[in-house]
């Protein structure tokens, strides 16, 4: 598993996990020992453990602790784990927003490309 893949694992374990269909596409089923929940416009997804939701506060109804999603949640949170990834992707069509001067970087751990991750990348956390 590539470090990506285990920090988010661990800063998520035994949370709720709030994603968009996209992103739910890309892993294809429930992530375990979470609480999974998938904002989207069209019908109820039908994999078992995963809840659906049609709005972020939709979603945070459902949600037995806390958590966020991009822009529709920044007003409502303090802390993002973010990787960052030293890679251009063309054809991307799904970004993170800017984020503005009352977001300070707490804590940035870096990593060189290695023979499971293609692009260097960092684990920054950023807090207001």
């Known amino acids: ?70 822009e529709q949640a920044m007003s409502g949170i303090d802390k993002i784990y973010a990787t960052e990834v030293d890679a251009t992707i063309a054809g991307a069509d799904t970004f993170f927003p800017e984020l503005d001067s009352i977001w300070k970087k707490t804590k940035l751990q870096s990593f060189p490309a290695d023979d499971n991750n293609i692009y260097s990348y960092s684990f920054v956390t950023y807090e207001r």
């Open 1 to 70: 598993m590539c470090k990506d893949m285990q920090y988010f694992k661990q800063i998520t374990m035994g949370s709720a996990v709030i994603m968009g269909r996209k992103t739910l596409d890309s892993i294809g089923c429930a992530l375990p020992g979470r609480q999974t929940i998938v904002i989207t416009r069209g019908e109820s997804i039908q994999i078992p453990s995963i809840q659906t939701a049609r709005s972020i506060d939709e979603a945070y109804s459902l949600v037995r602790d806390s958590e966020e999603i991009f």
